[in-house]
């Protein structure tokens, strides 16, 4: 079974930090970009950072860029998020895709079911 399943959120203080992580089973993540995505209430979901399938490219949306770093583990089949120095406005449930190259681009076809970030004093 193709699954993706995220892990880490939680409820921390401004400023504070979470790992999130993207762990694949039933296929292998070698082959894939992947990509970090969040969705606040009442808002669009929006992209926050990618990693393509060699992990030499990594990209981020200019909100978290400085605070975010993606990375990926092959061997683990996991792809991380370290999200420090975060703000209340970070507060969303975060999502994990893959896309269907080994590039940031173009169509995703593996979504995990989120894991809720919660940023609040």
């Known amino acids: 079974q193709v699954q993706l399943v995220e892990s880490g959120g939680g409820l921390v203080q401004p400023g504070g930090s979470l790992r999130l992580s993207c762990a694949a089973s039933g296929f292998i993540l070698d082959y894939y970009a992947i990509g970090w995505f969040r969705q606040a209430p009442g808002k669009e979901r929006e992209g926050v950072s990618c990693i393509n399938s060699s992990g030499g490219s990594t990209y981020y949306r200019d909100s978290v860029k400085g605070r975010f770093t993606i990375s990926r583990d092959n061997a683990k089949n996991t792809v991380y998020l370290q999200m420090n120095s975060l703000k209340p406005e970070d507060t969303a449930v975060y999502y994990c895709?893959?896309?269907?190259?080994?590039?940031?681009?173009?169509?995703?076809?593996?979504w995990g079911q989120g894991t809720q970030v919660t940023v609040s004093s």
């Open positions: 895709a893959t896309y269907e190259n080994y590039y940031c681009s173009g169509p995703k076809n593996y």
